[in-house]
């Protein structure tokens, strides 16, 4: 069963095949059970089956994911217990949940002793289970009176250790008896707070899980059915009923996924020698396009979006587009034609022209070519009055667009079948055989059944076992356990033991940690054992906090899971609109920034990263906190401003942005750093200046300036992001001071630095005590003078990384390409190669990851193959380096900035995201003058990177000297 928000769907199996379905779609006056009694029943009936004879109910539902977007009242207000000692307290939990979901939901927090560092062994404070931090908020807690409080405990580092999240829920369930506790290490993977939200989203649901599973026991029981009952979950594998009710955030992409696992086994026969293939699954609004791989739909490697929530639970990678049987068809004053995105699918049968109504969609247009519904649909002769060019140029359209997705899925050169299921598979054009027309489309399968595929999907799932964490052992020994571990979950899940095998598996290396450290996910499925459920008969009503009201919370509409970009991850459909201020119709940096500002410079800051310097997301969270909680005033101003005596102080984090994923910083590092450094050299520091602008250093500059009351100087050391202190032009400057600097980590420890002969030597000297610093640190470098800030750092950095994001979010709100407005802008900014990524090959070396990506160029979506790579770009962390295919001298190298943006919404994607078919645009901007002469080019020119292609290579800047950003 696939219970949707429009309709619910039912397919009866025996075996692997399907003997019975029924589409049954929901009036608004009926209630969801009686919606899934009259599917089940309906599609027995076909099946000529019996209730009794039914072995296995699996139900897959949106009703979870609905709940969260529609803010239904139902949900929890949920209280949240962090495990973080000194550390991650720059974010409080709830920062990043919109303002109308944290009215409902938001309860209390407190901050507890414990969590782990990266290793999962060594503690970042111990565990005190008798504190005084506990002791208050259970106080709290208990004095709200609530019949079932649901309160998360998060600890870092929990899925590599969980030892203290349930010493923690030991203690708080000895103090509050009737709480209900989620731990975060159960609910999701590494990167914290997306874990902590996605445990927060699942203590908010759990009552509403607990009357659902209710009364799907009732449901069935009701039917006279006996026999074992299931939820389906976000990978496409079943979730016991126990376990539903526990974790109702794991079924948020069920849809999408059973559609994708269904139309894998409706055309099994014809994908017998395929381990992979394209689904596309057409609806009334949309169109959604996936990558199976042994029956299973890719998941997402990024964070996701539901319903404006950041949360890293797993998810189906798919890519979406606003086409459907109820998008509208509309003639332009060209004589064009244009699809979407408007759509009336929810009032299709009254408002489409070929039921009656005046709108042209495209359904009609494929009624008017010939073709039929189906069913019992009456098509109305107003179809007759749409004329041959618009049906031609409509399905011309159509076809260009499908292609178009399927084209963004495709991960590899080979020419895989496409599966097409969903309602609205009536508006593909077909040949005159019948045969469905997709471009670069050689073997599309239209299967049986293919309407209620999303049912199918419910009904043949399997139970998985999956493990995503990080270990410290060679890769081999790293990947077999967690294959290990994946297997004994999967067996505790229900499994059959003969039955497990792997689908999917990787171990990547860490980016800047020494040793042998790997994040490892490792996913197993196998067969369910018969024994592994009790029956319907056995379920115990134990909810005592549902009523008896069957009444549904019921959204206007139903809400799919759409991809919005590999860079953002997937997200919500509706999520709504860039807004743009009107005073930003002129080019200013505001000196007091607003939360826009700030959404501005983290774009110009993504782009001056070049590929690097570490995701800038947590840093603008924590600015926009500061801003709109806080109330304190992030302020930039000119070096103009400052006296000559005045004292600035350059800062940085320093260390692998991976940690920074998990142990949140505490806000308090580089503060800590600079007063210190203040205490060395005797004087208060006058303003702050950010190491690099690149990526996320640029944005916690603005934060930490806060924190100490100053204002950032609108300028900054490097231009970009570079990933070591040696880069830092001062350094490279003559007549700046390489002391004194102060690194600090989470605990207050400091590690000071009074003496070094060169840049490099402090480098070293950092980098070798971050391990005992847990891999991450803030960073105060040497004050440096007024008149040196003028001479040798770039002045208006955040300008200009300002009026980057400013160009981005003003074409995006405007429906304009971004790299266009980009290019067409007075900015310095050359267009390089825009093509699609056919080759990604990646290694890590001395904390380094390094690797070279081959492009080609983009197809028209009529040719069958994809085109040989035209341009390789090497990189080092950041970009280093543009080839054309078989000439020895590049088209462009550091200390140019080389960033690489998604070609439909600008965003820049960084060096570990770039993967097999994303469509990008490689763009390049000029250097800082100082980085251009024969010293400077001896570090950060292109032999600092240990590439082969590089060692020869003497640098050639693509832009005049006189070019530069700044100006």
Known sequence: VDVGGTSTDAAVLQGTKVVGKHKHFRASSSSLTEGIEKAVRLALQSAERKCEDVSRICIGTTKFLNAIVERSPLL???????????????????????????????????????????????????????????????????????????????????????????????????????????LSSEVANIGFLERENASILNAALRPLARRFVRRMHVAFQKLGMKCSLFLTQNDGTLLQCARAKMFPVLTFASGPTNSARGAAHLAREELEKHRKAIVLDIGGTTSDAGLLEDGFPKQSAVAVHIGGVRINSTMPNVFSIALGGGSVVKGQEDGTITVGPESVAQNL???????????????????????????????????????????????????????????QVRMSEEDLAVILVGGGTVIIPRDQNGNVQLPGCTNVIVPDDSDVANAVGSAIAQVSGRVDTMISKPQAEALAEALKIAKERAMIAGADPDTIRPLS?????????????????????????????????????????????????????????????????????????????????????????????????????????????????????????????????????????????????????????????????????????????????????????????????????????????????????????????????????????????????????????????KAEAIDEKFRNVLGKMGMAAGMALPPIAVSKVRSDCVLKSFTVAHKMGLIIRRARAENRDPIPALLGSKMPCKLLYEGKIVKVIRDTSNGFTIGRVEIAPLTNPGDKKISSAEISLYFINENMAVFKKGNQIPIATVPDLITVALTDTGEPVATERLSFGLRVSILAFPPHPHYRNSYALTKVGPQIAPIPELQNVTYKSLFDERDTLSE
């Open 505 to 757: 598996k990787s171990c990547l290396p860490i980016p800047y940690m020494p040793g042998t450290n790997n994040r490892v996910q490792v996913t197993v499925v196998g067969d369910l054992k018969e024994d592994a459920q009790p029956k319907i008969r056995d379920l115990k009503d134990d909810d005592d906090d549902d009523d008896d009201d069957d009444k549904d919370y019921v959204p206007e509409k139903e809400v799919r899971v759409n991809k919005v970009n590999p860079s953002e991850g997937a997200s919500v459909a509706n999520k709504g609109t860039t807004t743009i201020r009107r005073d930003e119709k002129k080019w200013s940096l505001p000196r007091i920034l607003s939360e826009v500002d700030i959404e501005n410079i983290s774009i110009g800051c993504n782009f001056l990263g070049t590929g690097g310097g570490g995701d800038v997301y947590l840093a603008a969270v924590e600015a926009k906190s500061i801003i709109n909680d806080s109330k304190q005033n992030i302020q930039v101003i000119s070096v103009d401003d400052l006296k000559d005596e005045d004292m600035v102080v350059p800062v940085a984090y320093i260390g692998a942005p991976t940690v920074l994923i998990e142990r949140l910083p505490t806000g308090t590092e580089t503060v800590e750093a600079v007063r210190k450094l203040e205490a060395l050299c005797g004087k208060k520091a006058t303003a702050i200046l950010p190491c690099e602008i690149g990526g996320f250093n640029g944005v916690a500059a603005l934060t930490a300036a806060a924190k100490l009351g100053l204002p950032v100087v609108d300028a900054d050391g490097m231009g970009r992001a570079f990933p070591k202190i040696s880069c830092y032009l001062p350094f490279i400057r003559e007549g700046n001071p390489l002391t004194p600097m102060v690194m600090m980590d989470h605990h207050g420890r400091a590690e000071i630095c009074l003496k070094a002969d």
């Open 349 to 407: 049968s009254k408002e489409a022209r070929c039921f009656g109504g005046s709108v042209i969609t495209t359904t009609c247009v494929s009624v008017a070519s010939g073709k039929e519904l189906g069913g019992n649909f009456q098509t109305h002769e107003k179809v007759s009055s749409i004329g041959k060019a618009i049906i031609s140029a409509t399905q011309k359209v159509v076809k260009a667009m499908l292609g178009d997705l399927v084209d």
């Open 76 to 182: 929890a207000r949920v209280h949240v217990m962090r495990l973080c000692g000194p550390s991650t307290r720059g974010l409080e939990p709830f920062c990043d949940i919109p303002a109308d979901l944290k009215k409902v939901i938001k309860g209390f927090h407190c901050f507890v002793d414990g969590g782990y560092e990266i290793d999962g062994s060594s503690e970042i404070t111990k565990f005190n289970g008798e504190s005084k931090d506990i002791e208050e908020f259970c106080g709290k807690i208990n004095s709200l009176k609530e019949a079932r409080p649901h309160i998360v405990v998060c600890g870092v580092y929990s899925p590599k250790q969980d030892k203290h999240e349930k010493d923690l829920r030991k203690v708080v369930l000895a103090k509050i008896p009737n709480a209900d506790i989620t």
